[in-house]
């Protein structure tokens, strides 16, 4: 079964620091990987994926991620954080080679950048 | 473009009574997902179709919980009876296709917020 673990409930950043926001995850075939952003009562909005090709995937509102298959991880990452960047954080799997392609989440880390 | 249309924002209930919520999704969206989020969780997968038959729904407590996508376009997701444990928001996603090699990202909607009192 494919599964998706981020290790840190909150992470606490400084405005205008660097930011990072970690995952690992668990597919039996090859991984399509993806972030996504929560803001309260809101749904979740996509920030970026991984299919294939450049390591470094670039998204929305300057984040970018960097996915290595040899630790089997994607962390999300940011390289001078706003004060508007508190939110929830969700990090996805696919597994591409399961016509099923279930889309499964972690269980979210809170990011919390303070003025 | 609209987006993934749910209805209602927000429910309160009494433990053992039914309740249904709506979901529409983008337009041409072929998947359709309902997922569970749990205060201070992930959202877990219920229930995945395809157009309007499932493709998974090994996560959907189907003693109480049940969903239909006729005509492949709406769809409802109904619990009856609900527990306190149902209290959730309860999420609504598609995406154009899913398959073997498709790579494409879900798109959601705001969510219906239970609260089973």
């Known amino acids: 079964a494919q599964s998706v673990a981020q290790p840190e409930d909150q992470v606490n950043v400084a405005e205008g620091n660097p930011l990072t926001v970690k995952c690992t995850y668990s597919?039996?075939?090859?991984?399509?990987l993806f972030w996504y952003v929560q803001y309260p009562n809101r749904g979740l909005q996509f920030l970026l994926k991984y299919i294939t090709g450049d390591n470094l995937v670039k998204g929305s509102y300057g984040f970018e991620a960097e996915f290595n298959k040899s630790q089997t991880s994607f962390h999300l990452k940011k390289p001078s954080a706003l004060v508007s960047d508190s939110a929830l954080y969700f990090c996805?799997?696919?597994?591409?080679?399961?016509?099923?392609?279930?889309?499964?989440f972690g269980g979210g880390t809170r990011l919390m950048v303070k003025p | 473009e609209a987006g993934v249309a749910q209805s209602p924002r927000y429910k309160i209930i009494e433990k053992r009574q039914s309740v249904a919520f709506w979901c529409n999704p983008i337009s041409g969206h072929a998947t359709l997902y309902w997922y569970q989020q749990i205060l201070g969780q992930g959202p877990k997968l219920l229930i995945q179709f395809q157009n309007n038959g499932v493709v998974d729904d090994s996560q959907l407590p189907k003693d109480r919980f049940s969903a239909e996508r006729l005509k492949g376009v709406d769809s409802t997701l109904k619990i009856q009876p609900a527990k306190l444990e149902d209290s959730a928001v309860y999420l609504c996603a598609s995406s154009p296709r899913t398959g073997r090699g498709m790579n494409t990202e879900a798109f959601f909607g705001q969510g219906t917020r239970l609260t089973v009192v």
């Open positions: 597919v039996s075939g090859n991984p399509y």
């Open positions: 996805a799997v696919r597994d591409m080679d399961n016509a099923g392609n279930m889309l499964t």
